[in-house]
């Protein structure tokens, strides 16, 4: 397997619109593993193709702490929401920043599993938190843009120092 490099706020591939798997197979499926051991060594709850440059309708989730619930939706529509939902959200792709996002509670969601097979799935919590996150990355969508301009622009001017303070990597 292999990890994958996730890409940061404010990216602008972030921004790309994904667009719907069109074949399951033995490719993809080797990709779904390598995007779970990306956010388990992140560590993450859940992780969108999109974030890792692939630009597929496609994302990852484990909201358990012993990574005993997989759970893999490919080309995933919402059929239903209701309730609210506000929750405190990271995101990997916008490290070390938490902010408060309402979102619906519950959600039904279509898709295919990894085997490509039709599924339904309702989820609450937690789970359906986190697959609207990584469905809003799917839209080319992020957390911070349900914050205010000037939280927003306060966070990425502080990833891009962030960033310019980095050591650069050691030549060989």
């Known amino acids: ?10 990216n602008p591939r972030l921004r790309k619109k994904a667009v719907p798997v069109q074949h399951v197979d033995d490719a993809l499926r080797q990709f779904i593993d390598d ?3 990306t956010m388990y060594a992140a560590p993450g709850i859940g ?26 939706l490919i080309n995933p529509v919402i059929l239903e929401k209701d309730g609210v939902a506000v929750t ?19 959600i039904r969601v279509s898709y ?13 919590g ?5 697959i609207q996150h990584e469905i809003d990355h799917l839209d080319g969508k992020l957390f911070v843009d349900y914050l205010s301009e000037a939280k927003r622009s306060r966070i990425r001017k ?15």
Request: with cysteine; charged share 30%; aromatic share 4%.
């Open 1 to 10: 397997m292999t990890k994958l490099t996730i890409l940061e706020f404010p």
């Open 35 to 37: 995007m779970f051991e």
């Open 47 to 72: 992780l969108a193709a999109t974030q890792v440059d692939v630009h597929k309708r496609l994302l990852v989730t484990d909201v358990s702490s012993d990574h005993s619930e997989p759970h893999v």
């Open 112 to 124: 295919l599993d990894r085997d490509g097979a039709e599924q339904t799935m309702e989820a609450r």
């Open 158 to 172: 502080r990833l891009e120092k962030d960033r310019r303070l980095q050591p650069a990597p050691a030549a060989l």
């Open 88 to 106: 405190e959200e990271g995101c990997l792709s916008v490290p070390g920043y938490y902010e408060e996002v309402e979102r619906a509670e519950h």
């Open 126 to 130: 937690l789970l359906a938190v986190c």
